[in-house]
């Protein structure tokens, strides 16, 4: 119970009933959804509760009238807008459940070097957050009760209706990050989390992104956390026993593309002296001491909790970066995804994902090959390219061309920005006439 609560009950003369609403644990939100079932249950008597429910009729007429969100207001906005990206974008839920995504940004511009986001003419995103979560309550209240009624067509196709609708709710919306390696990516989401070297960037081309990493709102501490989730050792011995075919054929068309990839993966995990040894001793249990999720058969998550962001970087650094310069260990082979928690970031990342991808053109297949994937699964796309070469560059386009692919056969697409970086790299006098 909360000190609202608390005043309205005194001075509504109900102090008796203080303890039986802090007993039920009623806060201003809940105090402002009640209904006549609740009534009943909170004030057994019939008069007091007449009274009491006047009361509360009166207050939330009184808060519609001065703007704040009502108990009413919020119940019967289950369908509306999902929290924004600092307010730019609001995804809604239609009332069939289904997400539908506005543009985050123009579809064509060009940000400056400052960061900004529009601010919208649309409810505010305190009303936004209300009406979630209560759309969350009720729909988890709806379906509770439909699992406790007798099993019948009608009951089993409203709870496939409900179910569907909470998972509505609680999906983020993926905001992939595409482009070639050096664009920018990284960076750009290191700017727009207010935090200058958190992702690995290619400025230097000798260290990279090389694996998928999701970034997050952190929802439950002040930590930055990193989540990464490893292969399984047996896809680990197949993609070995691939490399090693592929590193021996002697045939004069061998692909020299595929044995640089298979060499720079068993050279990043192994070392130079990995080059040349068998798959049994390649898969020697002495290899992997350092990263026992690896071996484990039910926990293949290894999670880092780290007060700052520069110390949490530098703790991923060997598994999500490829660097020659590194002198450690590089386990980026053997992982399938980063997923990392950035505290205080509630309001830009409550609903949203952002999705950076190792870059297209790399000279490592598989990475290069990763973004086409994962693209039909992305609900907006952000295609990032450096200014200076945004037209001349193939990449670019052929993302750009699978977006629309997505978008016209009625995918997960539902918008594409196209982002120029590097802005404070050029010279806007020889683009003026």
Same mark, same amino acid.
């Given at each position: 119970?909360?000190?609202?609560?608390?005043? /309205?009950?005194?001075?509504?003369?109900?102090?008796?009933?203080?303890?039986?609403?802090?007993?039920?644990?009623?806060?201003?939100?809940?105090?402002?959804?009640?209904?006549?079932?609740?009534?009943?249950?909170?004030?057994?008597?019939?008069?007091?509760?007449?009274?009491?429910?006047?009361?509360?009729?009166?207050?939330?007429?009184?808060?519609?009238?001065?703007? &704040?969100?009502?108990?009413?207001?919020?119940?019967?906005?289950?369908?509306?807008?999902?929290?924004?990206?600092?307010?730019?974008?609001?995804?809604?839920?239609?009332?069939?459940?289904?997400?539908?995504?506005?543009?985050?940004?123009?579809?064509?511009?060009?940000?400056?070097?400052?960061?900004?986001?529009?601010?919208?003419?649309?409810?505010?995103?305190?009303?936004?957050?209300?009406?979630?979560?209560?759309?969350?309550?009720?729909?988890?209240?709806?379906?509770?009760?439909?699992?406790?009624?007798?099993?019948?067509?009608?009951?089993?196709?409203?709870?496939?209706?409900?179910?569907?609708?909470?998972?509505?709710?609680?999906?983020?919306?993926?905001? !992939?990050?595409?482009?070639?390696?050096?664009?920018?990516?990284?960076?750009?989401?290191?700017?727009?989390?207010?935090?200058?070297?958190?992702?690995?960037?290619?400025?230097?081309?000798?260290?990279?992104?090389?694996?998928?990493?999701?970034?997050?709102?952190?929802?439950?501490?002040?930590?930055?956390?990193?989540?990464?989730?490893?292969?399984?050792?047996?896809?680990?011995? /197949?993609?070995?026993?691939?490399?090693?075919?592929?590193?021996?054929?002697?045939?004069?068309?061998?692909?020299?593309?595929?044995?640089?990839?298979?060499?720079?993966?068993?050279?990043?995990?192994?070392?130079?002296? !990995?080059?040349?040894?068998?798959?049994?001793?390649?898969?020697?249990?002495?290899?992997?001491?350092?990263?026992?999720?690896?071996?484990?058969? &039910?926990?293949?998550?290894?999670?880092?909790?780290?007060?700052?962001?520069?110390?949490?970087? !530098?703790?991923?650094?060997?598994?999500?970066?490829?660097?020659?310069?590194?002198?450690?260990?590089?386990?980026?082979?053997?992982?399938?995804?980063?997923?990392?928690?950035?505290?205080? &970031?509630?309001?830009?990342?409550?609903?949203?994902?952002?999705?950076?991808?190792?870059?297209?053109?790399?000279?490592? /297949?598989?990475?290069?090959?990763?973004?086409?994937?994962?693209?039909?699964?992305?609900?907006?796309?952000?295609?990032?390219?450096?200014?200076?070469?945004?037209?001349?560059?193939?990449?670019?386009?052929?993302?750009?061309?699978?977006?629309?692919?997505?978008?016209?056969?009625?995918?997960?697409?539902?918008?594409?920005?196209?982002?120029?970086?590097?802005?404070?790299?050029?010279?806007?006098?020889?683009?003026?006439?």
């Amino acid at each position: 119970m909360d000190n609202f609560v608390r005043d /309205k009950l005194t001075e509504w003369n109900f102090s008796e009933y203080i303890d039986r609403f802090k007993d039920e644990e009623i806060d201003k939100e809940s105090f402002l959804l009640l209904d006549e079932k609740a009534f009943a249950n909170l004030i057994p008597k019939l008069g007091p509760r007449y009274t009491f429910q006047e009361k509360h009729k009166a207050i939330q007429k009184e808060l519609e009238n001065d703007g &704040t969100a009502t108990g009413s207001q919020v119940q019967t906005s289950s369908t509306m807008a999902w929290a924004s990206l600092d307010q730019a974008a609001a995804p809604s839920i239609s009332p069939q459940g289904k997400i539908k995504h506005p543009h985050t940004f123009p579809s064509t511009s060009t940000p400056p070097k400052q960061l900004c986001f529009s601010k919208p003419t649309q409810p505010t995103s305190k009303f936004e957050r209300q009406a979630m979560e209560a759309a969350e309550t009720c729909v988890t209240q709806v379906l509770d009760k439909l699992k406790t009624l007798p099993k019948n067509e009608l009951i089993d196709y409203l709870k496939g209706k409900m179910t569907k609708l909470r998972t509505g709710v609680k999906n983020k919306v993926l905001v !992939g990050i595409f482009g070639k390696t050096g664009a920018g990516k990284s960076s750009l989401i290191n700017a727009i989390l207010g935090e200058q070297n958190f992702l690995p960037n290619g400025a230097n081309i000798s260290a990279c992104t090389s694996v998928m990493i999701q970034v997050e709102a952190n929802m439950t501490n002040y930590s930055y956390e990193a989540e990464i989730e490893f292969i399984s050792k047996e896809e680990w011995e /197949k993609d070995l026993k691939s490399h090693l075919d592929i590193m021996s054929d002697e045939n004069d068309n061998k692909n020299e593309e595929l044995v640089k990839v298979a060499t720079a993966k068993i050279q990043a995990f192994y070392g130079k002296d !990995g080059v040349g040894k068998s798959l049994n001793d390649l898969m020697k249990g002495e290899h992997f001491r350092e990263i026992p999720e690896f071996l484990s058969p &039910t926990n293949t998550v290894k999670k880092i909790s780290c007060g700052t962001a520069s110390e949490l970087s !530098g703790k991923i650094a060997c598994y999500t970066r490829s660097d020659n310069k590194m002198a450690a260990k590089h386990y980026w082979p053997l992982v399938k995804c980063v997923t990392i928690k950035v505290p205080n &970031t509630k309001e830009l990342l409550e609903h949203i994902v952002l999705l950076d991808l190792p870059g297209t053109g790399d000279c490592n /297949k598989t990475r290069d090959d990763m973004w086409k994937s994962h693209l039909s699964q992305c609900s907006s796309v952000w295609i990032v390219n450096d200014i200076q070469r945004a037209a001349s560059e193939r990449e670019p386009w052929m993302i750009l061309e699978s977006s629309f692919s997505y978008l016209i056969q009625g995918g997960e697409c539902e918008n594409i920005t196209f982002i120029c970086t590097k802005t404070d790299a050029i010279n806007p006098k020889n683009y003026l006439g």
